[in-house]
C-alpha cells in the first residue's frame, strides 16, 4: 500500500487527552485538524463543547469513557458515554478494565463493553485494551480473548492503548495479533507512541485501519 499523506490523514484521530488541555487548546486542535485534513479530533469528556463550538464540517468528533484506567463502575462508563454522544460525541473509545482481563475473567470485560455499547447503540464504539499491558502481564492469549470479548459485544473497533499506561503504547506485534484475531470485522486502531511516519506506517502495514496520534503533523509531514 502506497501511504502517502492524504491517505494517512484520512485515517487519523488527533487527539488531546492531557489533564491540563484548555477550550483554547482544543479549538486549536480541531483548527488543525481542518486543515491537516484528518478524520476525527478525539478530546477528554469536559471538552466536548469546545470541540463542538469549534468543530467545522468533514471532521468527526471522539470522546473517551473511563479514561485512562478503566477502573470505573460499568453503569458509570455507560452513562458517561450516553452523556459523552449527547455533547456532540459521533465515536466513543472506552477503556476495559485491564485487571479483571488479566485474571482472566473475560465475562467480565464483555459485559462492561456491552454496558456501553447499548448506552450508544448507534455510536462508532472502539474499546481500549492496553495490549502492552496484557501482553506483558498476560500474554498473547489475553489479548486474543479480550479482542473476542469486544467483538462479540459488538465494537466496532479494538484499540490498543491510552497512551497513559507505564506499560508503553501501541506495538506491530499487538497490532498483527488484534487484526488475526478480530479482522476484519472488527478494525483496529494503533494508538500510544506513534511519533514518526515510520511508526504509523509500521501500524498500518500490520493491519492497523485508524491510528490515535497527538503529534499528528509531524508524523504527516514524513509522508509524501
Not at 118 to 125: F, H, Q, R, W
Amino acid at each position: 500500500m502506497n501511504w502517502t499523506r492524504d491517505v494517512v490523514a484520512q485515517m487519523v484521530d488527533h487527539t488531546l487527552l492531557k489533564p491540563e488541555a484548555t477550550d483554547a487548546d482544543v479549538a486549536l486542535l480541531v483548527e488543525e485538524a481542518t486543515k491537516l485534513g484528518v478524520y476525527a479530533v478525539c478530546v477528554s469528556p469536559s471538552m466536548l463543547s469546545a470541540a463542538v463550538r469549534s468543530a467545522t464540517s468533514g471532521v468527526l468528533i471522539a470522546s473517551v469513557v473511563g479514561f485512562p484506567s478503566g477502573k470505573h463502575m460499568s453503569e458509570i462508563k455507560a452513562r458517561e458515554a450516553a452523556l459523552a454522544v449527547a455533547a456532540g460525541a459521533d465515536e466513543i473509545d472506552m477503556v476495559i478494565d485491564v485487571g479483571a482481563a488479566v485474571r482472566g475473567d473475560f465475562a467480565a470485560v464483555r459485559s462492561d463493553i456491552v454496558a456501553v455499547r447499548a448506552a450508544v447503540p448507534d455510536s462508532v464504539l472502539k474499546v481500549i485494551v492496553e495490549s502492552a499491558a496484557l501482553l506483558d502481564l498476560a500474554g498473547e492469549q489475553t489479548l486474543v480473548n479480550v479482542c473476542l470479548a469486544a467483538a462479540e459485544a459488538d465494537a466496532e473497533f479494538v484499540k490498543t492503548s491510552t497512551g497513559f499506561h507505564p506499560a508503553g503504547g501501541a506495538s506491530v506485534r499487538a497490532v498483527e495479533i488484534m487484526v488475526s484475531t478480530v479482522g476484519p470485522t472488527v478494525e483496529v486502531k494503533a494508538s500510544g507512541g506513534i511519533r514518526t511516519s515510520a511508526d504509523a506506517v509500521a501500524m498500518l502495514d500490520a493491519g492497523a485501519t485508524r491510528l490515535g496520534l497527538s503529534g499528528t503533523r509531524a508524523v504527516l509531514d514524513g509522508l509524501s
